[in-house]
């Protein structure tokens, strides 16, 4: 069992906390309290704790980034004594929408989230993956009549392999696992949320992820 900590009480951060807290891991999700109690109110496992962002970093051996993308850098940073020797898994996308609220351009174009939260937290073991589908396949991937592909990006090796254990816990195989390398790996999957909006304008929410195939 390990100890997840949960930046984001949104709908990618509570999915993530009920299926790694299914799987046996003690999870806290991190937010405000109206999101605790909106959460519970939602049918998020009870046995899933709720606490403020900090506390929740400051307490957990494994921290996964949930929150939205153009406000992260700001948000973790001000964690950085909380986060010094962890884990923490970005499973976001910094992007500014459009007149819709679908994603429209890059916050970091020519860069990523990912690298800009590695050079802030020198100290904090920045993993990428996650973010190339919608929130519902990220512990589904089954559910796909094609399998889909997660992408890790990181500076750390032994974080990584820790990291595609969770991934092996969310239900990812490990043919559907696709290692980059180093953190700047992540500034092209980054840059696949672009397609996201054009795919749902014309299919609508249904789930899929960008795929490798070969």
Request: hydrophobic fraction near 45%; glycine fraction near 8%; charge should be negative.
């Amino acid at each position: 069992m390990t100890s997840i900590g949960i930046l984001g009480a949104g709908r990618v951060g509570t999915n993530l906390a009920a299926k790694l807290s299914a799987a046996g891991h003690q999870v806290t999700v991190g937010g405000r309290a109206s999101e605790g109690t909106a959460a519970r109110a939602a049918g998020v496992a009870p046995r899933i704790a709720f606490a403020d962002q900090r506390t929740t970093a400051r307490s957990a051996d494994i921290v996964i980034n949930a929150t939205p993308g153009d406000s992260s850098l700001d948000r973790l940073t001000d964690l950085r004594a909380e986060l010094a020797g962890k884990i923490l898994i970005d499973v976001s996308n910094a992007t500014r929408d459009a007149d819709d609220g679908l994603p429209d351009a890059l916050c970091y174009p020519g860069g990523s989230l990912a690298e800009k939260l590695q050079a802030a937290l020198p100290d904090t073991h920045v993993v990428k993956t996650l973010n190339t589908m919608l929130f519902m396949v990220m512990t589904a991937p089954e559910t796909l009549a094609t399998p889909p592909t997660v992408y890790v990006s990181g500076d750390d090796e032994n974080a990584k392999r820790t990291v595609t254990g969770l991934l092996s816990d969310l239900g990812w195989q490990p043919a559907w696992i696709e290692d980059l390398g180093d953190i700047s790996t992540a500034r092209a999957t980054e840059a696949m949320i672009l397609i996201v909006p054009h795919v749902l304008r014309r299919h609508g929410f249904e789930p899929f992820a960008v795929s490798l195939s070969r």
